[in-house]
């Protein structure tokens, strides 16, 4: 039987402390700034602790208008032996292959995805549907009403979550990345209604992201939520908590997911 | 010396770097010429079917391969799309064909519950042969890695020696001779994975299984 | 009692890490025991060691490196080695802080009865209660530099004295699920990966501390590199996977044998003298679990006698409730080592709470001092301004 996943997210910034560095940072609701580690050593104890799969994002990519710095990923590919997907600044199918011949199994691409509806199509018949995860920042505006949000979460598009979804998988996307500005860094819960709605719309996978802060809260995902996987950054940073401990929390709530290795 | 073949498809850095995990000495070829003195040969792909095939012609692989393989019986281990492109047929946008190592089709996932999304992305559980020496070392039942729309269908169902449950059997590997195959990653599969490579390199199709 | 659900056949409960539970209730830490007593063959994994031992005997200055710290396990693996192998090992001590002074006279009869070569580090107090500060707000476990310390610091000695073959004690899957008995656990990167560093390096360390500390001073709580080790053409293995494991017995031969003496430990039954003696923050760190998951050192005890049939499972519940809740003495110099007041502590601790459970600090009663009390150093207090800078930073973190 497929699992769901347990995908831990890597966000990647330029250190305030450390100079010259490149360090994992959580945010909370995109904005503040904590920072935790480095890629690398994150990535192999990732690796160590048996998480799916890993999710690359380079914070300033898209601010700096440059696509994602690959160093890390590359260094962590040597030792690492699981899917990686990364994102940030991509915006050509040129983009797409330099990051897939840098480490990369999956490429995220959310801003430029919106403003230029050919990329997705483009990147998804060059490299496979599975190569291409669209991925969504969004808003809650009120009950069932979900705003996308692009540039980083700086930019309300206006346009309603499911539908962009909808249109997303259409126009060639294989996979998507769900990630709630709100609940980001909160604790609070992962936001099931929304996630829910695109499950329930769209008929490829979903990861949905933001907000964990406690086991209980992948479980929803998975079951409430009916995602494929669940994506967290803060909840592994600041907690006695690791993949191998939450994913057998996980199975005891009854839910088919990869144990031991 | 193991070589992977370089078509201008596939994830070549993360196989090599497992392979090297293991403590294989790997290369890289992008030239056919390259191959020809390959103690064993990697096949990888990821992408369509058409594109694969079609790549492996114009760049004159499928004669040295076909040679290497078919004639030298020198081992093989194709993974995911280089999997699919060892059957006869490929029916990913339009009938195409492949290298013909396999009596074999490759056909679109059918799913019938809507929670079984394809592509299938993801951990499955596989069943396997367990006389196979290439799945030596491996638990009852392992989880690997598939990212995959189309699977290997084998008119010789014996040819067939790992499934997965998704909807249904999927083919999870193929294996005739010296040409061994994965729909799954096993250079994204972790310690399972690994472990099948580290089988990978020491299989002696002619002494074991 | 909270309402824990606990495995029905020893005590522990569902916040105990990477616990799962079958049909009937039974936890994977159960069942891979009854996998340890059943299904391994012991006399194979005794030739195994064999093989290894004799592969390395004799070629190097030393014939294994030992890492060591007086307690009952390390006492053992350095036993066993000498008398059943006649080896000539290397035994490396990385010093923690907190060692209790019985500990260190086992370990000069230790030095004194079996004769060996002994490499003692204590690394830099001023940064290890930095570290201890740290671990405890951003990961509710203040021995991070311990954990890291005890594996890394052999492995740089085993490179640096060119000792290729080093023996911990018992493998993990006496306590955890992390690894099962059926798995080689190889006492490597990936293990310390795995669940020693609490998910953070030294490397993460760095950055967590704003990068605020001389980065050489963190060099012994990093794993050497892979390219390091496998020039040394290193084997780093448990004794644990290659025979099995009694502690009680093993305890009571050193005790005969060398004059090994077990310890009280802070609120843990007294005839539990063997377990967990070396380290006068001990107490702190079970009740700090307590605090987190519901459940302490007394539920292990029980549950690991309950396995072995030396106790059945209404006792085991009933020391747990007997022995549980009960604060420390020794949390006083813990405060003071990491500049904290108590309601601070327990601040930090409950943040880290494990679902489900909810700690009641109401319910807790003083624990007793044991007999060596006055005699745990007490110096080296964090000044409050350097506490406070961490302390704020977490604070802001979590706003």
């Known amino acids: ?261 | 010396m193991i070589k992977i073949i370089d078509y201008g498809m596939g994830n070549l850095l993360s196989v090599k770097n497992a392979l090297e995990m293991v403590g294989a000495d790997v290369e890289i070829c992008s030239r056919p010429d390259d191959l020809n003195d390959a103690v064993r040969l990697v096949l990888p792909g990821v992408g369509a079917f058409r594109d694969c095939i079609g790549n492996l012609q114009q760049r004159g692989f499928v004669p040295v391969l076909n040679d290497l393989v078919l004639g030298k019986k020198i081992p093989i281990m194709g993974i995911c799309l280089g999997m699919q492109v060892m059957a006869k047929k490929g029916f990913e946008q339009g009938e195409c064909d492949g290298l013909g190592w396999f009596d074999a089709e490759v056909r679109r996932l059918q799913t019938i519950n809507p929670s079984h999304r394809v592509p299938q992305i993801g951990w499955n559980t596989i069943e396997y042969k367990n006389n196979i020496t290439l799945f030596n070392g491996l638990p009852e039942h392992p989880d690997f890695y598939f990212v995959h729309s189309y699977q290997v269908i084998c008119k010789e169902a014996d040819e067939i020696v790992a499934i997965c449950e998704y909807d249904g059997p999927v083919t999870a590997a193929i294996y005739r001779d010296n040409i061994f195959a994965t729909q799954f990653h096993p250079e994204k599969s972790q310690d399972y994975g690994l472990q099948i490579l580290k089988n990978f390199i020491r299989w002696d199709p002619y002494r074991n299984a | 009692m909270s309402e824990l659900i606990r495995c029905s056949k020893c005590v522990l409960p569902q916040t105990h890490e990477t616990i799962t539970f079958d049909n009937q209730g039974v936890c994977n830490i159960c069942k891979g025991q009854e996998y340890k007593q059943d299904s391994i063959d012991w006399t194979s994994k005794k030739k195994d060691l064999n093989e290894l031992i004799e592969s390395h005997r004799g070629k190097y200055d030393y014939d294994c490196l030992i890492p060591y710290s007086g307690g009952k396990d390390s006492s053992w693996t350095v036993y066993y080695l000498i008398k059943e192998y006649g080896l000539k090992p290397l035994v490396v001590r990385f010093d923690h802080g907190f060692l209790r002074p019985n500990l260190n006279d086992n370990t000069m009869n230790m030095k004194r009865k079996l004769g060996v070569d002994f490499l003692d580090f204590t690394p830099n107090w001023k940064i290890v209660r930095k570290l201890m500060l740290q671990a405890f707000l951003e990961k509710g476990d203040f021995c991070w530099h311990c954990h890291t310390g005890i594996f890394s610091f052999p492995m740089w000695a085993a490179i640096k004295f060119n000792v290729p073959l080093i023996f911990w004690g018992e493998p993990s899957a006496e306590y955890t699920a992390y690894y099962s008995y059926d798995q080689p656990e190889e006492v490597d990167e990936k293990r310390f990966n795995r669940f020693v560093n609490l998910g953070i390096t030294a490397d993460d360390m760095y950055v967590r501390l704003g990068g605020k500390i001389d980065r050489r001073e963190l060099k012994w709580y990093s794993y050497p590199s892979l390219k390091e080790l496998r020039k040394l053409n290193y084997r780093s293995v448990c004794l644990g996977s290659y025979i099995p494991w009694d502690p009680k017995r093993q305890a009571e031969i050193l005790a005969k044998e060398i004059g090994w003496s077990g310890d009280k430990v802070e609120n843990v039954p007294a005839q539990y003298d063997y377990e967990k003696i070396e380290c006068y923050m001990q107490g702190v760190r079970d009740y700090i679990k307590y605090i987190k998951r519901g459940y302490t050192r007394p539920s292990h005890l029980a549950s690991l006698d309950i396995r072995n049939n030396r106790m059945n499972r209404e006792d085991g519940l009933a020391m747990a409730m007997k022995y549980e809740g009960k604060r420390p003495p020794s949390l006083d110099i813990f405060l003071d080592f990491i500049g904290l007041t108590e309601k601070e502590f327990l601040e930090i601790a409950m943040a880290h709470q494990v679902s489900p459970h909810v700690h009641d600090p109401s319910a807790i009663i003083p624990g007793e001092k044991l007999h060596d009390y006055a005699e745990w150093s007490t110096e080296g207090k964090m000044p409050r301004e350097e506490s406070i800078e961490q302390l704020n930073r977490w604070k802001e973190h979590r706003r």
């Not at chain 1, 602790?49 to 962590?76: H, M, P, S, Y």
């Not at chain 1, 994102?87 to 995220?108: H, I, P, W």
């Not at chain 1, 499950?199 to 949905?208: A, E, G, L, R, Y």
Request: contains cysteine; glycine residues 10%; hydrophobic residues 40%.
């Open chain 1, 1 to 261: 039987m497929l699992k769901r996943r347990l995908i831990p997210k890597l966000q990647m910034k330029s250190s305030s402390h450390v100079a010259g560095q490149l360090v994992l940072v959580t945010t909370v609701n995109f904005d503040r700034v904590i920072e935790i580690g480095d890629p690398v050593s994150q990535a192999k104890i990732y690796e160590a602790q048996a998480a799916d799969e890993l999710i690359f994002v380079d914070l300033d990519a898209t601010r700096e208008g440059r696509l994602t710095d690959v160093k890390n990923v590359r260094r962590a590919a040597e030792e690492i032996f699981m899917p990686i997907t990364v994102g940030g600044g991509v915006r050509t199918v040129e983009d797409f292959r330099y990051l897939l011949s840098n480490g990369a199994d999956k490429v995220t691409v959310n801003t430029a995805a919106l403003k230029n509806t050919k990329l997705l199509t483009d990147a998804s018949r060059m490299f496979g549907s599975q190569c291409v995860v669209l991925s969504i920042d969004y808003k809650k505006v009120s009950n069932g009403v979900y705003e996308v949000w692009s540039n980083g979460g700086t930019v309300n598009t206006h346009r309603d979550v499911t539908e962009w979804a909808l249109e997303g998988e259409r126009l060639g996307a294989g996979e998507i990345l769900l990630t709630s500005i709100d609940r980001d860094g909160s604790r609070s819960g992962i936001d099931i209604e929304c996630t829910k709605n695109v499950v329930s719309s769209v008929s490829i996978p979903v990861i949905t992201s933001g907000g964990c802060g406690l086991a209980r809260h992948f479980v929803e995902g998975f079951k409430e939520g009916g995602a494929n996987a669940v994506c967290a950054g803060t909840y592994f940073s600041f907690k006695d908590e690791n993949p191998m401990q939450c994913r057998a929390q996980i199975k005891n709530a009854g839910i088919p997911i990869r144990l031991h290795k």
